[in-house]
């Protein structure tokens, strides 16, 4: 799908080195936006760059741990001074750790809120006066910051509290913000989605054994169908904000 719906406009995504980052990244492209890809693996980045630069897309890549508040400010000036405006914000960047409370450790749950809660702040909070900037004098009008959270962050479930924890605050923080920032047209959304064919259940053993003795051999979505929904929430006219999306496979109770 290419348009030119995003012409002019900058885009910002985290964990764009491989699953819903990285599709996002594409999604965004395609619909017109340059866009600064975020990450900790830099081959990765650079493999998605030369993809996207060979369709005309203008891209910054950007190497850096969020969870350092220091590097996360620093990505987010650099984007705003190479690419000279930010429109919108994407954090796809996330990590789960699941598993028996008693397996786990205090250093999983500490890097599942290092990554899915602190780094997201640490991103948020300097592109907020830039996303504001963009909503009042750009072609648009209007600026847009999508945080993926997770159905975890709308249901508990035994063996997954850490994550669970992390994901209702994402939730909950991109409801704050939507509230506070609706009225200067800086629309606040969140995506929460159910399984994804990502590499997220790659980050712990049995990870994968886990998922199919709950949920079975059902067919999972893939980054792209999540990417579809944020293209939509950020194509959408001035006037349209999409608060909260969840979408699980057709399978998936």
Avoid: C
Wanted: hydrophobic share 45%; aromatic share 4%.
């Amino acid at each position: 799908m290419t348009d030119h719906a995003l012409k002019g406009s900058v885009a910002l995504v985290t964990g764009a080195s491989s699953g819903i980052g990285r599709a996002t990244a594409r999604r965004l492209a395609a619909s017109g936006a340059s866009v600064a890809i975020v990450a900790r693996r830099a081959d990765r980045l650079e493999e998605l760059a030369d993809e996207l630069r060979t369709s005309g897309t203008t891209v910054l890549t950007v190497t850096a741990d969020l969870v350092d508040r220091a590097a996360a400010r620093a990505t987010v000036e650099q984007a705003v001074a190479e690419l000279g405006r930010l429109d919108a914000v994407v954090n796809a960047a996330g990590l789960m750790l699941n598993g028996p409370t008693g397996e786990l450790t205090l250093d999983d749950w500490d890097r599942m809120v290092d990554i899915n809660l602190r780094g997201l702040l640490n991103v948020t909070k300097p592109a907020l006066p830039h996303l504001l900037a963009a909503a009042e004098d750009g072609p648009r009008q209007v600026s847009d910051l999508v945080n993926i959270s997770s159905v975890a962050g709308r249901f508990a479930a035994a063996t997954t509290a850490g994550y669970n924890a992390t994901k209702f605050g994402v939730t909950a923080l991109s409801e704050a913000l939507r509230q506070e920032y609706a009225g200067q047209h800086l629309r606040v959304s969140v995506i929460e989605p159910g399984r994804v064919d990502t590499e997220l259940f790659d980050h712990r053993d049995r990870a994968a054994e886990d998922f199919a003795a709950v949920f079975g051999q059902i067919q999972p979505l893939q980054p792209e169908d999540v990417a579809a929904a944020i293209g939509y929430i950020i194509t959408n006219p001035r006037h349209v904000a999409v608060n909260e999306i969840v979408i699980r496979p057709t399978e998936q109770a």
